[in-house]
């Protein structure tokens, strides 16, 4: 069996992690507009590319299983590491620079992901501050006279004037 359909896939998961990626900047400009009803379908979006993916990687692990199992391999997971350990030649070398393209897109993904989360997190802040702001404080709830504090004078029992 040879390694056609891995790296059909690779470059399948690739393409899918760019436009991912397209929709991570997206969403950085969407945060900075505050466009609630645009960010709820970018994130919609985002969830069909990560089911997308989901089964893409699950193609490609299938794929990588039956080329162990074809040449009689032994391994530990059906990674693409592993696969190069058994792989040679132009097979080898186009493999190494699809992961190699892929790693650096989920690292980029990541980073913009990381800002993303940021930038909310952020806004968030600015919301429960501004709600802070709004809202009536409540009085104090410790135990005061109503004369605000100030300590009376103490008077005797009995009238000493009288």
């Known amino acids: 069996m040879s390694t056609e359909q891995i790296i059909s896939i690779m470059d399948k998961l690739n393409m899918m992690h760019r436009s991912l990626l397209k929709l991570a900047y997206h969403k950085t400009e969407i945060l900075k507009t505050s466009n609630v009803e645009e960010l709820s379908e970018t994130m919609k979006n985002e969830q069909s590319h990560i089911a997308a993916i989901s089964q893409l990687e699950e193609q490609r692990q299938k794929l990588v299983v039956q080329f162990f199992q074809a040449n009689q391999i032994d391994?530990?997971?059906?990674?693409?590491?592993?696969?190069?350990?058994?792989?040679?030649?132009?097979?080898?070398?186009?493999?190494?620079?699809?992961?190699?393209?892929?790693?650096?897109?989920?690292?980029?993904?990541?980073?913009?992901?990381?800002?993303?989360?940021?930038?909310?997190?952020?806004?968030?802040?600015?919301?429960?501050?501004?709600?802070?702001?709004?809202?009536?404080?409540?009085?104090?709830?410790?135990?005061?006279?109503?004369?605000?504090?100030r300590s009376a004078i103490k008077t005797g029992q009995f009238d000493s004037q009288a």
Request: no cysteine; proline share 4%; net charge negative.
């Open 75 to 149: 391994y530990k997971e059906p990674t693409i590491n592993e696969l190069l350990k058994y792989v040679t030649g132009e097979e080898a070398a186009q493999l190494d620079t699809k992961r190699k393209e892929l790693l650096l897109t989920i690292d980029t993904l990541q980073k913009q992901n990381d800002l993303n989360q940021k930038m909310l997190f952020q806004s968030l802040q600015f919301v429960n501050l501004t709600l802070d702001l709004l809202r009536p404080q409540p009085d104090q709830i410790n135990y005061q006279s109503k004369a605000g504090g």
